[in-house]
Nanobody, 114 residues
Framework: VQLQASGGGLVQTGGSLRLSCAVS????????MEWYRQAPGKQREMVAT???????NYADSVKGRFTISRDNAKNTVYLEMNSLKPEDTAVYYC?????????WGQGTLVTVSS
């Protein structure tokens, strides 16, 4: 099973980015798909989660600015990020769990300049 994340980059404060993460190597639809992030010198934190039925949950710091969505047929999860702030600068990781095994993507760097 592999997770391929893309879409990171450099953006100015107030800008937008859209991250994508495609899951390959499995034939069934993943239940929960998640985005985490890790800023320099900080612990990895959950950003947003979405279930197969598209129930969502967000970290308080991104509510109202970020939107998580998914395409079940493609086993792909997206993160639309708007009104970006310098404190959103981090490596963003997608994550799923296959039975009891955690599977992480390689991470994509988002840098927000002030």
């Amino acid at each position: 099973v592999q997770l391929q994340a893309s879409g990171g980059g450099l953006v100015q404060t107030g800008g937008s980015l859209r991250l994508s993460c495609a899951v390959s190597g499995i034939v069934f639809s993943v239940d929960v798909m998640e985005w985490y992030r890790q800023a320099p010198g900080k612990q990895r934190e959950m950003v947003a989660t979405i279930t197969r039925s598209r129930a969502t949950n967000y970290a308080d710091s991104v509510k109202g600015r970020f939107t998580i969505s998914r395409d079940n047929a493609k086993n792909t999860v997206y993160l639309e990020m708007n009104s970006l702030k310098p404190e959103d600068t981090a490596v963003y990781y997608c994550h799923i769990k296959i039975f009891i095994t955690d599977v992480w993507g390689q991470g994509t760097l988002v840098t927000v300049s002030s």
